[in-house]
């Protein structure tokens, strides 16, 4: 898979590539991530990428122009042009499911927002797909496209070790069921045990109790989550 990030801050992205299971899954060839600077793209001596909005309003808004000419850019790389998401607050809900159709990509072109967001225009001229990753606000879209990435990459098949991993996390499966308690040695931690059952060796009883510790924290997550809001500013 090939992932390229449309960014004024690149920088921000080194030490997240360089980690951990991405790292070694770039080493591999198994994700294919490259960093693009939107700011190459602008023209004029200052290299101006942003302005004021129309009709007034407070902040300024990346133009179209830039961000345009470096999608267009990078789309014409490959045969495969890859599919261009946004990041803004109005875009569609990012979870598991939506995670996994992007994970069937064979490309994805992902545009990081800043200041207040970005020109209409551009979601209008490029086709983009809008993805919000929750109804909150941050400085850009950096943040997100990690979130993106991280998600993505580790279902491509080879970047987990065990493929069975990602098939029992949180939200993956049929049931889309939160994970419940998981432990590990010692037995006791501070007058605290190790539940009898996952000691019992009844591999049976082992798998009807994680389902039913499941189930249960998923609805406790349930009772807990508010109804989302709306988030004013742009990313993500």
């Known amino acids: 898979m090939r992932i390229d990030i449309l960014t004024l801050f690149p920088e921000m992205f080194s030490g997240f590539l360089a980690g951990s299971l991405l790292g070694a899954a770039r080493d591999k060839g198994l994700v294919d991530i490259r960093l693009v600077d939107i700011r190459d793209f602008a023209t004029g001596p200052h290299r101006q990428v942003d302005d004021r909005p129309f009709g007034g309003g407070p ?6 122009g830039p961000v345009v000419a470096s999608i267009e850019q990078v789309q014409g790389d490959t045969q495969s042009a890859g599919h261009v998401i946004l ?7 990012l979870d598991q499911p939506l995670v ?3 994970a069937q990509r064979e490309r994805l072109v992902l545009v990081c927002g800043r200041y207040e967001g ?11 797909e809008e993805i919000s990753i929750g109804d909150y606000v941050l400085s850009g879209g950096e943040v997100a496209a990690m979130v993106v990435v991280d998600a993505v990459a580790r279902l491509v098949p080879g970047v987990l070790g065990d493929e ?10 049929q049931d889309r069921l939160v994970e ?11 007058g605290l045990h190790v539940p009898e059952v996952l000691l019992s060796g009844d591999h049976r009883r082992i798998e009807a109790w994680r389902h039913e510790q499941a189930v249960a924290a998923t609805r406790r997550r349930a009772t807990a989550t508010p109804t989302p809001g709306v988030s004013r500013r742009s990313d993500p």
Do not use: C, I, N
Not at 118 to 128: L, Q
Not at 164 to 173: I, K, L, M
């Open 59 to 64: 902040g300024m808004l990346l133009m179209p």
């Open 87 to 93: 990041f803004t607050p109005g875009g569609r809900r």
């Open 100 to 102: 996994e159709e992007l």
């Open 118 to 128: 970005f020109d209409a225009r551009v979601s209008e001229t490029v086709g983009a």
């Open 164 to 173: 069975e991993s990602a098939r029992q996390d949180s939200f993956s499966g």
């Open 180 to 190: 419940g308690p998981q432990y590990t040695r010692p037995r006791e931690f501070r």
